[in-house]
């Protein structure tokens, strides 16, 4: 379905739009900027769905480049083009291959500092498929535990920032078989659970891939069950800026 074009946000409308985002977790905190006089920041974290080839030696916001070739550019050029006031910075820090720990690994470098007033993450697919394919074992309490340990890390350095967790999903054909499951579903639910506890809003995604896979195949929307066709990725997009209300 098409989005209506919306007009250029005045100062009045951005702050509006930014209390929308916020919510309680962007209540005034002294000694950190507000978004209204700096820019909305969003930024993008995950594995390679959210890496989605991007030039990792591009650093500044709002270039194509930078954001790849997957929804966080389809997220940014939308509301971009819907707000050309300047008031919208975004960021992808994906790295294909990503499990939580590595996500944690970096944070510190790739994360923290951009002081996102919005941060996105979507992660868990290579947490279950590195143990069928690289030997990896983490089980799904480890995962969950150290979400929640990365969530909390979140909270304290950037108090206000508001996370949209979105839901690890695979569709089911290419490298997806009858090994995964019921492991991986056990993660979803560990994603949701994350998700309540730390506050975040939780994107679902999986329902969506479901329902629309008897309309086209599988493949259609991922080709090998995990990465998501240019359409997959419109999808993602949709359920992104529905949840973000950008």
Same mark, same amino acid.
């Given at each position: 379905m098409a989005r209506p074009t919306a007009p250029p946000l005045t100062r009045r409308d951005f702050v509006a739009t930014t209390a929308a985002l916020s919510a309680a977790a962007l209540a005034r905190v002294p000694g950190r900027r507000t978004p209204s006089a700096a820019g909305l920041v969003v930024l993008f974290q995950g594995d390679s769905i959210t890496d989605a080839g991007r030039d990792r030696q591009v650093s500044e916001p709002n270039v194509a480049r930078g954001l790849g070739d997957g929804y966080p550019l389809l997220v940014g050029a939308a509301a971009l083009a819907a707000h050309p006031d300047g008031a919208l910075r975004f960021y992808n820090r994906g790295v294909s291959g990503d499990k939580v720990p590595d996500l944690t690994s970096r944070w510190a470098t790739d994360t923290l500092p951009l002081e996102p007033d919005v941060l996105s993450i979507l992660v868990?697919?290579?947490?279950?498929?590195?143990?069928?394919?690289?030997?990896?074992?983490?089980? /799904?309490?480890?995962?969950?535990?150290?979400?929640?340990?990365?969530? @909390? +890390?979140? %909270? $304290? *350095?950037?108090?206000?920032?508001?996370?949209?967790?979105?839901?690890?999903?695979?569709?089911?054909?290419?490298?997806?078989?009858?090994?995964?499951?019921?492991?991986?579903?056990?993660?979803?639910?560990?994603?949701?659970?994350?998700?309540?506890?730390?506050?975040?809003?939780?994107?679902?995604?999986?329902?969506?891939?479901?329902?629309?896979?008897?309309?086209?195949?599988?493949?259609?929307?991922?080709?090998?069950? /995990?990465?998501?066709?240019?359409?997959?990725?419109?999808?993602?997009? @949709? +359920?992104? %800026? $529905? *949840?973000?209300?950008?």
């Open positions: 868990g697919v290579n947490d279950f498929w590195h143990k069928l394919s690289k030997g990896y074992t983490g089980t /799904v309490q480890q995962y969950e535990d150290q979400y929640v340990a990365l969530l @909390e +890390q979140t %909270r $304290r *350095a950037l108090p206000r920032v508001r996370v949209l967790v979105l839901e690890p999903f695979v569709l089911r054909c290419g490298a997806v078989d009858e090994h995964w499951f019921p492991e991986f579903d056990e993660r979803r639910a560990a994603a949701r659970r994350v998700a309540q506890r730390a506050g975040a809003s939780f994107v679902p995604l999986q329902a969506v891939f479901d329902d629309l896979s008897r309309r086209a195949t599988p493949q259609y929307w991922a080709a090998d069950g /995990v990465h998501p066709t240019p359409a997959g990725h419109a999808l993602i997009a @949709e +359920q992104w %800026r $529905r *949840a973000a209300h950008l």
